[in-house]
């Protein structure tokens, strides 16, 4: 069932077909690509040669229960925004740029989508931020083998706060593990009392993230 297929993506910075880098940005639940998008322009206002794809999600939700609940119960919203995902990541190959130039980042359930598709499709990227999310589906749930140095090469930088009221801790500390299982790098910024938002570190380490990217060979 397609349920995302054929949302808006707003594109920014570089045309992809000149670019160095891409970020793909995912917006949060009730959110909009113009809200991610503009968090991805901050991130490379010093950087001329990144592209940015923000898809829309279908009445502003890529899946319709928490991230905790059980996978089948955000069926079959969750597969359509793992293909739209999978979409982008396409078409910024086909123009040339590999995987290891594409950033899979969101915030909050964009966040846990960006996760998610990293884990279910591990390859060394260009990176990969998750801000106040975490991998879907309830705590413990087991995933699929995948070789212990997947994501070899592979940043995975996940912010949080210690009291997101959407965002376990545990659920952060148990997403950190399971990419450093896989041979990601992982940086993992616990914030006290920060609330369910994006701070200036966060910033800071997302501007990191797609310069490395661009600078890359």
Same mark, same amino acid.
């Given at each position: 069932?397609?349920?995302?297929?054929?949302?808006?993506?707003?594109?920014?910075?570089?045309?992809?077909?000149?670019?160095?880098?891409?970020?793909?940005?995912?917006?949060?639940?009730?959110?909009?690509?113009?809200?991610?998008?503009?968090?991805?322009?901050?991130?490379?206002?010093?950087?001329?040669?990144?592209?940015?794809?923000?898809?829309?999600?279908?009445?502003?939700?890529?899946?319709?229960?928490?991230?905790?609940?059980?996978?089948?119960?955000?069926?079959?919203?969750?597969?359509?925004?793992?293909?739209?995902?999978?979409?982008?990541?396409?078409?910024?190959?086909?123009? /040339? =740029?590999?995987? #290891?130039?594409?950033?899979?980042? @969101?915030?909050?359930? &964009?966040?846990?989508? *960006?996760?998610?598709? $990293?884990?279910?499709?591990?390859?060394?990227?260009?990176?990969?931020? /998750? =801000?106040?999310? #975490?991998?879907?589906?309830?705590? @413990?749930?087991?995933? &699929?083998?995948?070789? *212990?140095?997947?994501? $070899?090469?592979?940043?995975?930088?996940?912010?949080?706060?210690?009291?997101?009221?959407?965002?376990?801790?545990?659920?952060?500390?148990?997403?950190?593990?399971?990419?450093?299982?896989?041979?990601?790098?992982?940086?993992?910024?616990?914030?006290?009392?920060?609330?369910?938002?994006?701070?200036?570190?966060?910033?800071?380490?997302?501007?990191?993230?797609?310069?490395?990217?661009?600078?890359?060979?």
């Amino acid at each position: 069932m397609k349920i995302h297929e054929g949302q808006h993506v707003l594109r920014g910075g570089t045309p992809l077909h000149t670019a160095r880098a891409a970020v793909i940005l995912l917006h949060g639940r009730g959110a909009s690509a113009e809200d991610i998008l503009s968090l991805g322009e901050q991130a490379i206002e010093d950087l001329p040669c990144v592209s940015l794809l923000a898809p829309q999600a279908s009445g502003s939700v890529w899946y319709p229960q928490r991230f905790l609940f059980p996978l089948e119960q955000n069926e079959p919203h969750l597969t359509s925004a793992l293909g739209v995902v999978a979409g982008l990541v396409r078409e910024v190959e086909s123009v /040339g =740029l590999p995987a #290891a130039k594409v950033v899979l980042a @969101g915030f909050s359930q &964009g966040a846990c989508l *960006a996760l998610e598709y $990293a884990a279910r499709n591990p390859r060394a990227y260009g990176g990969v931020l /998750g =801000l106040s999310g #975490a991998l879907i589906g309830p705590p @413990g749930a087991p995933r &699929g083998p995948q070789g *212990a140095r997947a994501m $070899a090469g592979t940043d995975v930088y996940l912010g949080c706060s210690d009291r997101d009221p959407h965002i376990p801790l545990s659920s952060v500390e148990e997403t950190a593990a399971y990419f450093h299982r896989i041979g990601a790098a992982v940086d993992k910024a616990i914030f006290p009392g920060m609330g369910h938002t994006v701070n200036a570190e966060e910033l800071a380490e997302f501007q990191s993230l797609v310069s490395a990217a661009a600078a890359s060979a």
